[in-house]
């Protein structure tokens, strides 16, 4: 897959072990550019545990990275880890994207990849989590359907500060369920406030006529 600018062209392959020195580079780079990440300056590891790393993600058919290059080099990253036995319906997706890239679409068509393979291989559940401050990343999982179903207090610790987490999913089972979901309960959430509304009209209006027969001589 491809990404074609008139500046540049992002091409979006899979992950191979070889590109393991490559990965680790890139890590140090994104993991000094924010704290979104449950990594740092440090990287996500040397060369064999990355090696390794790269290994196991390709030997499972319901797992996949896919790595978003630039002129040689890795600038964004995203996985698909799938689970096992009784989960085997889920998987826990990450995914990040280095700053000089950030808004270029390189994003969304990572997440779109693993959407797909996700599809592709019986995948139906798709679970993440991300800061609770990251609006960036939440409104690109919300763009591709995904619902926030919790928040976990002190998820990463940073510094000494405690941050929280979103716990999101994307629920593949059936076509345009979450967007339903969504729709279903913005309707309840008019009603209910319409019907709030009209409680407290008629309460202020029985209130009103008990005031005024107490005024009456």
């Not at 959407?115 to 991300?130: C, G």
Request: hydrophobic share 35%; glycine share 6%; net charge neutral.
């Amino acid at each position: 897959m491809s990404i074609f600018t008139p500046e540049v062209n992002i091409m979006i392959k899979e992950a191979r072990t070889e590109d393991a020195a490559k990965l680790i580079e890139y890590t140090k780079i994104v993991g000094a550019q924010t704290d979104n990440l449950s990594f740092g300056k440090e990287g996500a590891g040397d060369t064999h545990e990355v090696e390794e790393f790269i290994k196991r993600i390709n030997s499972d058919p319901k797992s996949v990275m896919y790595f978003a290059w630039k002129n040689d080099d890795i600038v964004g990253s995203a996985n698909i880890s799938g689970m096992k036995r009784r989960m085997s319906h889920r998987a826990n997706f990450a995914i990040s994207v280095a700053k000089s890239e950030w808004g270029s679409g390189i994003g969304s068509a990572l997440l779109e990849k693993c959407i797909s393979f996700a599809k592709d291989n019986e995948i139906e559940i798709i679970n993440l989590d991300t800061r609770s401050d990251n609006i960036r990343a939440i409104s690109l999982y919300k763009k591709f359907g995904f619902v926030k179903i919790g928040r976990m207090p002190a998820f990463s610790k940073i510094n000494g500060e405690y941050i929280d987490a979103d716990l999101m999913y994307l629920d593949l089972r059936e076509k345009s369920n979450n967007r339903r979901k969504i729709e279903a309960f913005e309707r309840l959430e008019t009603i209910r406030r319409e019907n709030k509304e009209e409680v407290n009209f008629n309460r202020e209006r029985e209130e009103a006529i008990d005031e005024k027969h107490k005024i009456q001589p």
